[in-house]
């Protein structure tokens, strides 16, 4: 591996073993001293020219904790707002001594232009492009799903497990990366969305489209991802009547999430809109893996910055 662009750019033998390294990690931070001197001397650059809290602070967690050094490069308030070019800013951070460029954009494909352009050597994290893909977060799903379901199996997909996704596909990377690597370990995935947040080309997506919530749960999927309603996305409006009308027929309500079965878990993304997509009594339940997801963002994120930057690793991942 030398980029973490698009979960489609991997085999599963690699999102296993990038999995298997996360729980490694997360056994390492149980310990009193959680810090690692992996990366000790080289240097990660955030680069976010979107708004994002979790995200980044997850990244500058784990580099922190593999000893990188951080630099934060907000582009609100730098050149990039006075009109520098991806190109000129890709050419000051190699110049800055970059060892790796974790990137969040508006724009689907940043990340694997910046990757490819032959700017910047350094390899690329890609931490959301546009409405494509979310690759990490992709990763700290499944592997917090796993945790759950296939405990204690370190090479172990997702076979035979069902999982629903509902919401605001439209605009989800994060469903878009969560197909992508639920199925390419095993799963088996639904969509539910109203129609006009299903985005065209969907059908050819490796997975069921389905209208209705309750007739996708009535079916006992083992986990249920609930997607934000991003309404920072929908410019032109019209994508459902009211928001009482979006909660009433595709949020998870208490009454939904009281019909499930017993072991499914329910995911969040955040930052949740409670009492849109999601009752604050769901998020706060007992199978809301909501909490945990943040976790188990930093141990997946450790993962794959040790994949890519880390001597040893880089030998035997290539
Ligand atoms: C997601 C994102 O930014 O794509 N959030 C995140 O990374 N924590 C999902 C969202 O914003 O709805």
Request: aromatic share 4%.
């Amino acid at each position: 591996m030398r980029h973490f662009i698009s979960i489609t750019d991997l085999t599963r033998e690699q999102a296993i073993s990038v999995l298997a390294t996360a729980e490694h990690m997360a056994g390492t931070q149980s310990r009193s001293i959680r810090k690692l001197p992996t990366l000790v001397g080289q240097t990660v650059v955030n680069l976010f020219f979107e708004d994002s809290t979790r995200t980044r602070i997850s990244f500058e967690a784990a580099a922190k904790r593999l000893s990188a050094d951080v630099i934060n490069f907000a582009a609100k308030g730098s050149s990039v707002s006075k009109g520098e070019s991806l190109k000129d800013t890709a050419l000051t951070l190699q110049a800055m001594g970059a060892d790796a460029v974790v990137v969040r954009s508006g724009s689907a494909g940043a990340a694997h232009l910046l990757a490819h352009a032959g700017w910047i050597d350094q390899p690329i994290i890609n931490a959301g492009d546009g409405a494509h893909e979310h690759p990490t977060q992709a990763m700290l799903d499944v592997f917090t799903v796993r945790r759950h379901l296939r405990p204690g199996e370190d090479r172990a997909g997702l076979d035979g497990l069902h999982v629903v996704i509902v919401g605001d596909v439209l605009h989800s990377r994060v469903a878009r990366s969560n197909v992508a690597l639920l199925t390419l370990l095993g799963a088996r995935v639904t969509l539910v969305a109203p129609p006009a947040l299903v985005p065209v080309g969907a059908a050819a997506w490796p997975c069921e489209i389905l209208y209705d919530l309750d007739e996708a749960l009535a079916a006992g999927p083992d986990a249920v991802m609930m997607l934000r309603v991003q309404r920072e996305r929908m410019t032109g409006g019209g994508f459902f009547p009211t928001v009482g009308e979006y909660a009433r027929r595709y949020g998870l309500t208490a009454d939904r999430a009281g019909r499930l079965p017993a072991h499914t878990l329910v995911l969040h993304p955040g930052p949740m809109n409670r009492g849109l997509e999601i009752a604050g009594d769901v998020a706060d339940s007992e199978r809301s893996v909501i909490v945990e997801q943040v976790a188990s963002g930093v141990f997946v994120r450790m993962a794959v910055l040790y994949h890519l930057l880390a001597t040893d690793a880089r030998e035997d991942t290539r």
